[in-house]
C-alpha cells in the first residue's frame, strides 16, 4: 500500500463542464500515471509524470491535461467534459517495478 | 504498436483445478512482467512479479516466462471461489528518448476468471 487516495470517489457532472480529479500520495514515489478503465479496453495511460513538473503524454491524452507541482499530488484535469470521457480513473505510483494503485474515482458526464 | 494480448474468457475452471491463464507481448525490449489481480469494483493489486526466462511460483501461483516466444503466463492451483477476479497481465517498458530512466507499464485487457464452487 502506497498511502494513495483519490478524489472525489464518485462524480456526476455534464457535458462541456470542467472536471479535476486529484491523486494524493504518501510515499515520495517519483513515478505517478493516470488511467482510465473501460469495458472491452482493459486499463489505459492518460498521462504519466517522473517527478514535480516533469509529464508525459500516454496513449489516451487527448482532452485530459496533467499538473503535478508538488510529488505528492499529480492532477488530472478534463477541460471540458464529454460522454466518452465517463470512466473509471485510477491513479497510480511505481516504485521498484511495482505499480502501486489508488482506489478509482468513477466519473459519469452526462 | 506495442501490445499486451490477453484472451478476454471468461474462463470458468471447477473449485480445487489448475486454472491457466496466457499473456502474449509485442515489444522484444520488455524486461520485467507482471500479474495482477482485480476484484469487481475494486483497483488492481500486484500478485506476481517475473524477470527472467522460466518458472516462478508464490504459494498456489506460478509465473512462466518465455521471452523467446514472447510469452508469459500465469497458474492457479487448487483454484478457489475467491480466486474469481479479472487478471491483467502488463508488461514494463522504458519511455522512448529518457535515456531508460522513466518508465511504464502497458497492461493487457485482462481476463475474467470465475471459479465454480
Known amino acids: 500500500d502506497a498511502g494513495i487516495t483519490q478524489s472525489p470517489r464518485h462524480k456526476v457532472t455534464e457535458t462541456g463542464t470542467p472536471v479535476t480529479l486529484r491523486c494524493h500520495q504518501t510515499e515520495n514515489h517519483r513515478y505517478m500515471y493516470w488511467y482510465r478503465q473501460d469495458p472491452g479496453h482493459g486499463l489505459r495511460l492518460i498521462h504519466y509524470?517522473?517527478?514535480?513538473?516533469?509529464?508525459d503524454k500516454g496513449e489516451v491524452s487527448d482532452g485530459y491535461s496533467v499538473s503535478r507541482s508538488k510529488t505528492e499530488d499529480f492532477l488530472l484535469t478534463l477541460e471540458s467534459a464529454t460522454s466518452s470521457q465517463t470512466s473509471v480513473y485510477f491513479c497510480?505510483?511505481?516504485?521498484?517495478?511495482?505499480?502501486?494503485f489508488g482506489p478509482g474515482t468513477r466519473l459519469t458526464v452526462t | 504498436q506495442k501490445e499486451v494480448e490477453q484472451n478476454s474468457g471468461p474462463l470458468s475452471v471447477p473449485e480445487g483445478a489448475i486454472a491457466s491463464l496466457n499473456c502474449t507481448y509485442s515489444?522484444?525490449?520488455?524486461?520485467?512482467f507482471f500479474w495482477y489481480r482485480q476484484y469487481s469494483g475494486k483497483s488492481p493489486e500486484l500478485i506476481m512479479s517475473i524477470y527472467s526466462n522460466g518458472d516462478k511460483e508464490d504459494g498456489r501461483f506460478t509465473a512462466q516466462l518465455n521471452k523467446a516466444s514472447q510469452y508469459v503466463s500465469l497458474l492457479i492451483r487448487d483454484s478457489q471461489p475467491s480466486d474469481s477476479a479479472t487478471y491483467l497481465c502488463?508488461?514494463?517498458?522504458?519511455?522512448?528518448?529518457?535515456?531508460?530512466?522513466?518508465?511504464?507499464?502497458?497492461f493487457g485487457k485482462g481476463t475474467l476468471l470465475t471459479v465454480n464452487p
Open positions: 497510480a505510483t511505481l516504485r521498484q517495478g511495482r505499480q502501486y
Open positions: 515489444d522484444r525490449g520488455s524486461q520485467s
Open positions: 509524470s517522473y517527478g514535480v513538473k516533469d509529464t
Open positions: 502488463a508488461v514494463i517498458l522504458p519511455v522512448e528518448n529518457s535515456g531508460g530512466s522513466n518508465y511504464k507499464l502497458t
